[in-house]
Each structure stands twice: as structure tokens, then as C-alpha cells.
């Protein structure tokens, strides 16, 4: 069965470090997301991708965020400087319809 | 805003029913999701429900809907311990983002 995958699945970074976040998605989907899970707390949306184009974002994809289709398989998500704060598990998800996840990549600032 | 509620937590034993309630402020959600999330890991798709359905059963699981109240629950029938996880309920309108809950840790006590 297609699935969403996600790499690495820890990532440990020192603060202000640049990281990269990488997911590839179901390979019919065409929408494509970020969201977060801070440990313990909510999984909060990030921001979702369609046709090559950023469709919506939430008030915490600030300007150290970014997001790539760099070819037909990859989306990725790019912190710049990234914060203690940042610390969480990062999901990726694609859909047609209903939204599949991916198993995630804890990114640990220290 | 859209806000997911959910009781945290929920305590059954081996071979009984386990009902996960969930109440959600959107009335124009299309789609109300049950993701299952266990130990370390990311996101399962469980089950979903279009807004237009009351119920849907999948085996051992049933989701009911009561969209006047905005009453969302997942019954889980002869609930193992393989069952132990956090469930959440999410909404959303398709591809859009999804709004989660805070998710509910289901113990199961052999």
C-alpha cells in the first residue's frame, strides 16, 4: 500500500543552524502539507502546497520557513535558524481527499 | 476559530468497548478524521466520516455522527491491548488543513 515517507527520523541541530526536512509523498496526491507536533500539545498546521505554489500557511510558517518541490517526488521543509522552540515532531502529509501522514522527523534544537 | 475538543484520557479493559468522544465547533466540515497515534510513531489514518453519513462501521470500529450537536465519537468493539495509542479527532473540507484535537490516550488493562 502507497504510503508517505519522511526523512531522517531524528534530526538533532544546534540552535541557529539550517535544517531540512524531507518527505515524499504518495505519488498520485497532489496536496501536500506540513503540520507539527510539539511534544505533549495539539498537531498544529504548518502549510500546505498545490500546484508548485504555497496554498495556505498558518501564523507559525514565519520567514524562517520554506518549502520545496525540487522534482516530482520530494517536498521538503526548510527551517533557516532554527530556535530551541522549533523542537518537535514534523509530519508530512498528501492527499487527494482524505490526508495521509507520514511517520514524521523529530528535529531536536539545542 | 475551529476548535477540536477531546477527553484526554480513557481507561478500558480487554475485551470491552472503548467510545472516544470528540465535539468540533466547524458545522461546514466536509470530513471528521480519526488518527491513531502510538508510542514514537506518526499519524495512522483509523477511519473517516463525510459530514453527510451519521455512521460508518469498518470491523471492530464505528464511527457516529451527530452533526447538530457536532458530536464526533469512535467506538472501538472487543478493544485489545494493541489498542493502546492517543487518538485524535481532526476536521477539514477535504484539502484544506485539518484542525486536530488534543487526542485521547486510551489505556487498555489486560
Known amino acids: 500500500e502507497p504510503e508517505v515517507t519522511q526523512t531522517p527520523s531524528h534530526q538533532v541541530t544546534q540552535m541557529g543552524q539550517e535544517v531540512i526536512l524531507r518527505c515524499v509523498p504518495i505519488?498520485?496526491?497532489?496536496?501536500f502539507y506540513w503540520y507539527r507536533q510539539i511534544l505533549g500539545q495539539k498537531v498544529e498546521f504548518l502549510v500546505s502546497?498545490?500546484?508548485?505554489?504555497?496554498?495556505?500557511k498558518s501564523e507559525i510558517f514565519d520567514d524562517q520557513f520554506s518549502v520545496e518541490r525540487p522534482d516530482g517526488s520530494n517536498f521538503t521543509l526548510k527551517i533557516r535558524s532554527t530556535k530551541l522552540e522549533d523542537s518537535a515532531m514534523y509530519f508530512c502529509?498528501?492527499?487527494?481527499?482524505?490526508?495521509?501522514f507520514g511517520p514524521g522527523t523529530r528535529l531536536t534544537v539545542l | 476559530g475551529e476548535d477540536v475538543e477531546q477527553s484526554l484520557f480513557l481507561s478500558v479493559r480487554e475485551g470491552d468497548s472503548s467510545v472516544i468522544n470528540c465535539t468540533y465547533t466547524?458545522?461546514?466540515?466536509?470530513?471528521l478524521y480519526w488518527y491513531k497515534q502510538e508510542p514514537g510513531a506518526g499519524l495512522q489514518l483509523l477511519t473517516y466520516?463525510?459530514?453527510?453519513?451519521d455512521m460508518k462501521q469498518d470491523q471492530r470500529l464505528t464511527v457516529l455522527l451527530n452533526k447538530k450537536d457536532k458530536h464526533l465519537s469512535l467506538r472501538i468493539a472487543d478493544t485489545q491491548t494493541g489498542d493502546s495509542a492517543i487518538y485524535f479527532c481532526?476536521?477539514?473540507?477535504?484539502?484544506?488543513?485539518?484542525?486536530f484535537g488534543k487526542g485521547t490516550r486510551l489505556s487498555v488493562i489486560a
Open positions: 502529509a498528501s492527499s487527494l481527499n482524505e490526508q495521509f
Open positions: 481532526a476536521e477539514g473540507h477535504g484539502n484544506t488543513p485539518l484542525v
Open positions: 502546497f498545490y500546484n508548485n505554489e504555497i496554498s495556505e
Open positions: 466520516i463525510f459530514s453527510n453519513m
Open positions: 505519488s498520485n496526491h497532489l496536496y
Open positions: 466547524d458545522s461546514s466540515s466536509t470530513y
